[in-house]
């Protein structure tokens, strides 16, 4: 297991995103499953951001830990802000064109269709938000 903890700024999405791909390039991860990962980190990273700490900054923890047997990997969003969880909100409706659908909750409902399980939770005044990536 590797972490980082980076306050949550969008200049840091890059230096998160490096990180992990360092990460997922030890594995061998192929380039569709790292791009997969690459947006969810710009999402989730992205929504702490703008509404864990907004206006004010904090930190960040991402996890990566490796599990062999399936070969997958585990990314932990972890944050001290406003309790927030992206998965309590109802998936935009796709059929619908984009005048007709409600504004936000695509870039979520992307994440949970690109990632192999995905979970949130608060605890002990943290947002706790895992995405799993079979290789």
Do not use: W
Not at 28 to 34: D, E, P, V, Y
Not at 48 to 55: D, F, K, L
Not at 113 to 124: C, G
């Amino acid at each position: 297991m590797k972490e980082l903890t980076i306050n949550a700024t969008l200049e840091n999405i890059q230096t998160v995103t490096d990180f992990v791909d360092g990460q997922l390039e030890e594995l061998g991860c192929s380039m569709k499953a790292q791009m997969q990962i690459d947006i969810a980190i710009d999402e989730l990273f992205g929504n702490i951001v703008h509404y864990a700490y907004n206006p004010e900054v904090g930190p960040v923890t991402v996890r990566v830990e490796v599990t062999e047997d399936p070969l997958a990997v585990s990314i932990t969003f972890i944050d001290n802000g406003v309790p927030y969880d992206p998965l309590a909100k109802t998936d935009p409706d796709v059929t619908l064109s984009a005048e007709e659908r409600e504004i936000g909750g695509l870039g979520i409902f992307m994440v949970k269709k690109s990632m192999d399980e995905i979970s949130y939770e608060y605890r002990s005044g943290q947002n706790i938000l895992t995405i799993k990536k079979n290789m």
